[in-house]
């Protein structure tokens, strides 16, 4: 068969098995997670850790088995930009929001309220017990799977925010630039991240028809960008 016949022309690299005792992988993170400071005045602390800051802003966080810590650059790019910006009163909508790291800080940098949105139900429960962690209603974070957020946006019950957050991968940010788009108000700010130095070009061609978009923002092998929409 043609199937056969490709498998045996294949050159695999070799690989090792190594055999890992079971554990609380829900818990292991913890291990080597400490408090982080983000732009001088936004800490996020591991649950049960909360640091004494004076008047600092400090989230409590435990991400169970969703993405978002604060450890990885696409995630603390995000947070020292939402600290260094005056957040009183917008609305943001949060897209991939995994732990619900990113809206949370928002909030609680004064944001009036975040939407947001994540295909894995589990990131919708770590969002919501996060939120009980720091004390925010639910209503002032609600969350979605996408399909659901889709059908709220066409059905009206959702519109256009100040601030758009993506912190996913560079192809579904390219795939989605005209819905992200759509999503916020003109004047309005979107920022993304998740993006690998070789990928920003892309992904800023795909949203500069949109945005004025400004120069990347580099920490190790990770991007964020940022734009504002255009009237």
């Not at 008047?55 to 966080?61: C, G, Q, T, V």
């Not at 990885?72 to 897209?95: R, V």
């Not at 070789?198 to 920490?219: D, I, L, T």
Request: charged share 20%; proline share 5%.
């Amino acid at each position: 068969m043609v199937i056969s016949a490709k498998l045996d022309t294949l050159h695999l690299a070799p690989c090792s098995l190594l055999l890992l005792e079971d554990q609380d992988w829900e818990r292991a993170w913890m291990d080597d997670y400490k408090p982080m400071c983000f732009a001088g005045r936004l800490w996020v602390c591991p649950t049960g850790m909360a640091v004494e800051a004076g008047d600092a802003i400090i989230m409590e966080l435990d991400p169970g088995l969703a993405f978002g810590t604060g450890t990885h650059p696409t995630t603390a790019l995000c947070l020292e930009w939402l600290a260094q910006h005056d957040l009183s009163g917008k609305t943001l909508i949060d897209y991939g929001c995994g732990s619900g790291i990113l809206g949370i800080a928002a909030l609680l940098l004064g944001a009036e309220r975040v939407l947001g949105v994540d295909n894995d139900p589990q990131a919708l429960t770590a969002t919501r017990d996060n939120c009980h962690k720091n004390n925010i209603d639910e209503a002032r974070f609600p969350v979605y799977l996408p399909c659901d957020f889709a059908h709220a946006l066409a059905g009206g019950d959702i519109g256009a925010v100040d601030i758009v957050l993506a912190n996913i991968l560079a192809g579904p940010l390219v795939s989605l630039a005209e819905y992200l788009a759509a999503m916020t108000r003109p004047d309005g700010m979107i920022l993304l991240s998740g993006i690998l130095r070789e990928q920003a070009g892309e992904v800023m061609a795909a949203y500069a028809k949109g945005f004025s978009m400004e120069a990347p923002v580099y920490e190790e092998d990770w991007v964020r960008l940022e734009g504002r929409r255009e009237s």
